[in-house]
């Protein structure tokens, strides 16, 4: 029930940021980067496996953002959409570098986005090196879908819709992507 009730306070808050920024207010913009950005950034940077990239791609998605505001209606999450947009826009870079090597990430800030801070990093400093490469060696429909069910959180049926696919092969590519990890992994990560 509290879930329900926060992710409601979400979706209003969401909706009066949106109506700001339809009538000009400049800080609503801001409030909505501040609000989604590292996340967004966290997404684009595990499907991108760069750092300017990434940031490229969540930059991007925020012009769009500000270009569609005069005829955008959410159907969902702000922050569903937004992931959504930056997913798309890290698979069109997937798309057209599909025949070159994916550079490794240059810092572990893209796996894990909510640290409690410096010494945490440092402490799975290795753990991460580790995911980091086993994520970069997932097929990239595989890795789409674990990152968005793991940084957004959407449901399955929404990913389907993204990957045009159905919701059978979203849940096996889900499936197949853990998998994959553990057996790279070698039961080196937590549950």
């Known amino acids: 029930m509290a879930r329900t009730c926060a992710g409601r306070f979400a979706m209003l808050e969401d909706r009066r940021l949106l109506h700001r920024l339809r009538h000009g207010d400049k800080d609503a913009l801001r409030r909505i980067y501040e609000k989604y950005a590292d996340d967004l950034r966290a997404l684009a940077g ?3 496996h760069d750092t ?8 991007d ?3 769009a953002l500000v270009r569609m505001v005069p005829k955008l209606h959410l159907r969902r999450t702000l922050g569903a959409y937004l992931a959504t947009a930056v997913a798309n826009r890290a698979r069109d870079h997937y ?12 810092d572990a800030d893209y796996l894990a986005a909510d640290t409690d801070g410096p010494m945490q990093i440092v402490g799975n400093a290795e753990l991460l090196q580790k995911l980091r490469a086993a ?5 990239y429909e595989q890795r ?3 990152m968005l069910r ?42």
């Open 95 to 106: 798309r057209r570098r599909s025949r070159e090597r994916l550079a490794p990430l240059e």
């Open 61 to 63: 998605v925020f012009v």
């Open 144 to 146: 789409e879908v674990v």
């Open 150 to 191: 793991v940084h957004t959180r959407m449901k399955f049926r929404e990913i389907a819709a993204h990957q045009e696919t159905s919701i059978k092969t979203a849940l096996s590519r889900y499936q197949y992507g853990l998998d994959k990890l553990r057996s790279m992994l070698n039961g080196e990560v937590p549950k």
């Open 52 to 59: 300017a990239t990434a940031e490229d791609v969540v930059q």
């Open 46 to 48: 595990n499907l991108v």
């Open 135 to 139: 994520v970069a060696q997932l097929p």
